[in-house]
């Protein structure tokens, strides 16, 4: 032996084999020990307790936010629990000091056989310095690591870092330590855990994700049956305990199943929610949240998820609200927290996302003040222009189509996209936008000429809570209340938190509130496009309005009975858009499911206070006092001097020569009476081409009436608009690039002219348009007709 070590090259082998151990050491030395476990530091973070508004426990978290937590201390825990932890993860734990080299061995000897990594290396002290403090998976901080186990191993006794480790190890996505574990998954304290629960416990580690029970109980058993194999053959346990526990069936208890509130712990400790909680070292929490709804609404939400991938949907979040308190009832930020792949710790609730047609109801609010509107108010639906800085914009209806003068119970009903941009134009974007920030949407904060008129449309972005914050207060007649989210809050100290009181304020009148529940609540105004028997018709009143973003990215469902508002967004959280799903047919199923459970134990009470509101019959087609000659009447309501004074014009009785077709004048033997629609000038072009009843313009020749005193209004250019700019493609044929130059022709003559830059370039009769190839340049456009009446000029330009 001296000899050998005598020997140059012996020597030398040594000192290469020993530098890498001297070199561990030293750092060891040099190591500080983690802050989380030096002298007097506690088992576990500082943990916080989160009950309902009942009592009921939802759970014990991590003040600092890392999931569900509760210190243990191993006196207290029957002796499978630890040891099953150290068969699954560490049977050497009382013969190595920190680090293994036998499991260091093997894990390279398979890892060079393999060419892959099969197991790994790494220790209970390892695993623990780890979980403290979360250094990255680098070379570097695994060498690291090493030694900083060394150095705990040095500091403290074996029973403290097991004690240690039991208390922290993650157990699940935001579970954290086996007491935490052992109440989430089996609803009982860890110290009376059975053998076959220890061992299903002590597989989690390894995978928190992949072996989540949650998920399903196959994988999990084979995992917790090699982890009694291996209590076995370390001498943990006997054979006849080791066989009934193969034998026992891993059962989760009720609450763990259908999950808890992870995104509503989350924002409370976050502060989003409650900004008075942030920063505090908490102890307990109450808060308004209702456990039975809250695990039911999960379920639904879980349950959808299946039809949605039909539609190529992969995320949903809810919430649920009471109107009389603003008090949060159940909050779902998304199906499943755990599920990474689908971004589910990705909270829905709060994110903003457009809202497409959810913002028209305040919409319509706006205009009801600006301009005086009832939802008996004639509005257009016909081709409406728009100058932007972007350019034209035109507003499209979702069905396609133009519906010409529809009234507001109408527009909104059936959701119409061209009246509501009209409104928020006519009102302004600035009191549009103002009106919104006065509901609650915070989010809104850019400027007016930002959002413009298509803000009706949902051009912007909100959140959840801030749209069911929105709706909650058109249920109570215009009453803005913030949403409610904790009852009572307490100190590590034992102090109770002062909680700031939550002050209600008046953001509309509570007759627009009125009407526009009376809207949303009326199956028949928006069965045009939505039918009857949709999902958005409950066995009670509801007031409820859909939404879909541009590109299907975004589906919502929101609204309320007179004790709950339940608002739903259905979407992926990547931005991925849908395969042409709406509103109604996405989100609404789901908001149907969760207000059917939220109404469950509430008696249903009348939606809206009609008190100060009249009701009166009005046409159909005008909204003004019915005539004579109205064939069709509905009953609407209106408020207090917002009655119309006007009796209907659009339905005129005319006599009509039946020889010929055309008006009868006096003493024409044989004419009839025939009821015609008769259109203000900005529905003219859409009536004639919907082929409504406008009736004939001219005499018989066999009675001519008296003579016309004339039209003399002017005939005005309809598109295109004022300041309008266009593009010409140099790739496309001239003859392939145009425009449809448009007029409005009061009196409705038979032919007119179009001139452009003073030269005629076509005439046309009703509905008096005319196709124009686009040349490069300013341009000037008037029309004319026959007897000399001459529209103002309208300039544009071709770019």
Known sequence: MKRLWRSPWFRALSGVALAPVCTLLVAAFLAPLPAGLGEGASAAPNSVRFHDAHGRLLGEVRADGGGLSAPVTLDAL?????????????????????????????????????????????TITQQLVKNVTGRPRTLGGKLTEMAVALKVEAKLDKQRILQEYLSRVEFGPNVRGIEAASRLYFDKPAHKLSLAEAAALAALPRGPSLYDPRRGSERLERRRNRVLERMLDSGFASADAVERARAEPIVLHRGAAEGGAPHFVRA???????????????????????????????????????????????????LVVDNSSGDILAYVGSPDFADSRALGQNDGVRARRQPGSTLKPFVYAAGMDRLGLGVASLLPDVELHLATPEGDYSPRNYDGRYHGPVRLREALGNSYNVPAVWVAQEAGPARVLDLLRRVGFSSLDRSPEHYGAAIALGDGEVSLAELVNAYAALSRGGLVRPLRAVKRARLASGAEIALPPLPERRALPAESAALLGDVLSDPNARAAAFGRGSALELPFPVAVKT??????????????????????WVGNFDGRPMTGSSGVTGAAPLFRDVMLAAMRERQPEPLIDSSGLRQLEVCALSGDLPGADCPHRVRERFAPGREPRESCAMHVSVPIDPATGLRAGPGCSGSKLELFESYPDTYLGWARGAGRPLGPEGWSPRCPGAPDSGETRPPSIAYPFEGARFVHDPGVSPAAQGILLRARVPGGAARVRFVVDGKPVGSSAAPHSIFWPLHLGEHRVTVETPDGRMSKPVRFVVE
Do not use: C
């Open 547 to 568: 939404g879909t973003s541009k590109g299907y990215r975004d589906n919502w469902a929101v609204g309320y009975t007179r004790a709950v508002t339940v608002g739903v």
């Open 78 to 122: 029957p002796p499978q629990v630890p040891l099953a932890l150290l068969a699954a993860e560490d049977a050497r734990f009382y013969r190595h000091p920190g680090i293994d080299p036998i499991a260091m061995a093997r894990a390279l000897g398979q890892a060079l056989w393999h060419r892959r990594i099969v197991s790994g290396a790494s």
């Open 268 to 318: 409370l400790l976050s502060g989003a929610l409650v900004p008075e909680l942030s920063g505090q070292e908490l102890s307990e929490i109450a808060t308004t949240l209702d456990l039975a709804l809250q695990r039911e609404v999960v379920v639904l939400t879980r349950q959808t998820r299946e039809r949605l991938a039909a539609v190529d949907a992969s995320a949903a979040s809810v």
